[in-house]
């Protein structure tokens, strides 16, 4: 059975960090894209950031324009892990986190979700 656990989300004020991680087990991730989405409330659920496996210790990122330049994405591949590291938080980055990884080429794998909420 395929688990991903997110862990990390909290409260914070605008403007500071905070670093989610997410744990896969059941299914070996490492040499697939793995990722973050996240659903603010009312709103559909958007893509963030992913990580994926372009070769030994090469790592194709990729990420939503609205969080360049703040958040990165990171994996470790002994871990089964993928993290991200979310600076300068908005109060519109206020969300429901979800971690991510694919089967093939379509995200199939979905964790429960890390609430993020960033009060200005």
């Known amino acids: 059975q395929v688990q991903l656990t997110e862990s990390g989300g909290r409260l914070v004020q605008a403007g500071d960090s905070l670093r989610l991680s997410c744990v896969a087990s059941?299914?070996?991730?490492?040499?697939?894209?793995m990722g973050w989405f996240r659903r603010a409330p009312g709103k559909e659920r958007e893509f963030v950031a992913r990580?994926?496996?372009?070769?030994?210790?090469?790592?194709?990122?990729d990420y939503a324009n609205s969080v360049k330049g703040r958040f990165t994405v990171s994996r470790d591949s002994d871990k089964n892990a993928v993290y991200l590291q979310m600076n300068s938080l908005k109060p519109e980055d206020t969300a429901v986190y979800y971690c991510?990884?694919?089967?093939?080429?379509?995200?199939?794998?979905w964790g429960q979700g890390t609430q993020v909420t960033v009060s200005s």
């Open positions: 991510a990884a694919t089967r093939d080429t379509t995200w199939s794998y």
């Open positions: 059941g299914r070996d991730f490492s040499r697939t894209s």
């Open positions: 990580a994926t496996w372009r070769g030994e210790l090469s790592w194709e990122v």
